[in-house]
């Protein structure tokens, strides 16, 4: 936790009205977002016992397992549930646009689909139902319809995405929120939707801490999901789930499942409210200026993805090997790295929490040289000098390059640091972003009296040397050996 997000949930507490930690919100939000709040059977691995889901907040699909400690049933479960998620994928998959013109053009979806789930263990359902899915086969013993299969192979996708920093395919709403907003509760507490929409938006007529208060009653506001109240389970889902067992008939087996699915439904509903409620609220948030730019590279991931599946792409293996690993971590770094860069870049409450760490420094220009030149290898090249005064303590080291955010990224070096009786004098040289020509172009230099930050982050990241060809790679880390195939072995793996 940051020491602006430290003050923030003090302030928050202080005041019992939640604070902004972010002046605009970095997360693309769909126009038709897919909402799926989750239900597992406690005591079971990967026992999927409903799922509420939908893109119309007024006309959820309910899917309840008949029987979900059977793993036929749970099959069975995930085939009414890619019957919901494959046909939005296929939807936008189908409308495309060029990128440009021209015979470099590349062609990208014009919208991709992003899944809500209410919270981190959401995602985590979507990545075991995933797994349980993505291996099976569809001709031979325990056959299933492609479309699990095809299921599970979108679902590790959507999973796998989650784990990127910059991700707009599969949000976990609890964690979209604390993004923009600081409470004045625990990071754990946090964790409950219902608890953190009642600092957000508490029901009318009630203060804040009657709305907690109210959040934390499993039986006013049920668990978001996929865990359900205990009290619940021994009450009336154990009961239920003993009658379906036990029923002789499909019409007492009918009638029983019509009953669980009243009482699941009562439980989830909740939950499928507050996940809109999160999505509006972000969605009244301004939308920082790289959003869309960083959505452009999502609907190109998915479409790459879809194309990838169409031409009959192998669903992922079990694990990564050696090379695979390496090749995605290095990507969760450099995302990370160029997104946190973004955020700063973009928002002035972000690059106040670099000030505070001392990766960023802002203060008054008091003296420019745009004129100035400097010897280069074959002439002289244009290197204006800018001394900034500041009241930050500067913990930056001479011949250090730092950033200007307001223009782009321009890159600076410091030339000397000088401690003042009011502060520090820092002089930088501008090293790009200034034009072609013998003189700086308009606004690329900054102008006396003018207010500027630097930074450390960058959005600029050294080339690495390129990853060994596949047949150069030992097969430790991933080649010449095959990549995983699915086996009929797969299907009969235990899973319960």
């Known amino acids: 936790m940051s020491a602006l997000t430290s003050l923030a949930k003090a302030l928050a507490v202080y005041s019992m009205a939640p604070q902004r930690l972010t002046v605009f919100r970095h997360l693309y939000i769909s126009s038709t977002p897919i909402v799926i709040v989750p239900l597992t059977l406690a005591g079971e691995t990967n026992a999927p016992l409903a799922a509420m889901v939908g893109s119309d907040r007024a006309r959820p699909n309910l899917i ?120 004045g509760q625990s990071d754990l507490e946090d964790g409950n939707l219902a608890a953190q929409i009642a600092w957000l938006d508490p029901p009318e007529g009630m203060d804040v801490a009657s709305a907690v208060s109210r959040a934390e009653d499993p039986q006013l506001c049920p668990p978001a999901g996929p865990a359900t109240d205990p009290t619940f389970d021994r009450l009336f889902l154990e009961p239920a789930l003993r009658d379906l067992a036990t029923a002789r008939t499909p019409a007492a087996h009918r009638a029983v499942h019509q009953r669980l699915t009243a009482m699941l439904e009562e439980q989830m509903r ?91 420094f802002s203060g008054q220009v008091v003296k420019v040289d745009a004129t100035r030149r400097v010897p280069g290898l074959r002439r002289s090249v244009l290197r204006p000098l800018v001394l900034v005064a500041t009241g930050d303590h500067i913990h930056f080291d001479v011949g250090q390059h730092v950033y200007d955010p307001a223009r782009n990224g321009q890159q600076a070096v410091i030339e000397s640091v000088a401690e003042t009786e009011d502060g520090w004098r820092v002089a930088l040289e501008l090293q790009n972003r200034m034009g072609s020509g013998q003189t700086a172009k308009p606004g690329s230099v900054p102008a006396l009296g003018e207010d500027v930050t630097y930074t450390s982050v960058t959005e600029t990241f050294v080339r ?33």
Not at 329 to 345: C, H, I, M, N, T
Not at 466 to 488: C, L
């Open 64 to 183: 309840v397992t008949r029987q979900p400690r059977e793993r036929a049933e749970r099959l069975n479960f995930a085939g009414r549930l890619a019957s919901e998620l494959l046909f939005p994928i296929e939807t936008a998959a189908q409308r495309t646009q060029a990128t440009s013109s021209g015979p470099n053009a590349r062609v990208r979806v014009v919208d991709a689909p992003q899944i809500w789930v209410p919270n981190p263990a959401g995602v985590e359902f979507v990545r075991t139902l995933g797994r349980m899915t993505r291996l099976r086969q569809t001709e031979g013993p325990w056959a299933v319809p492609k479309k699990v299969r095809e299921l599970g192979i979108w679902l590790t996708w959507f999973a796998e995405q989650a784990e990127f920093a910059d991700t707009g395919a599969l949000i976990a709403a609890t964690r979209a929120v604390a993004a923009v907003w600081a409470t």
């Open 270 to 360: 909740p939950t499928w409210e507050l996940v809109w409620t999160a999505i509006g609220l972000l969605a009244d948030v301004p939308e920082a200026p790289r959003v869309p730019k960083r959505w452009e590279q999502q609907r190109d991931r998915f479409t790459s993805f879809h194309r990838y599946v169409a031409d009959g792409g192998r669903p992922q293996a079990k694990r990564d090997n050696a090379g695979r690993s390496a090749h995605r971590l290095a990507e969760l770094e450099q995302r990370k790295a160029a997104f946190e860069a973004q955020r700063a870049y973009d928002d002035p409450l972000v690059i106040a929490d670099h000030r505070l760490t001392g990766e960023a």
């Open 464 to 496: 690495r040397r390129p990853w060994p060809a596949r047949e150069e790679t030992p097969w430790t880390h991933g080649g010449p050996a095959p990549d995983s195939a699915p086996a009929v072995e797969d299907a009969a793996e235990d899973w319960s």
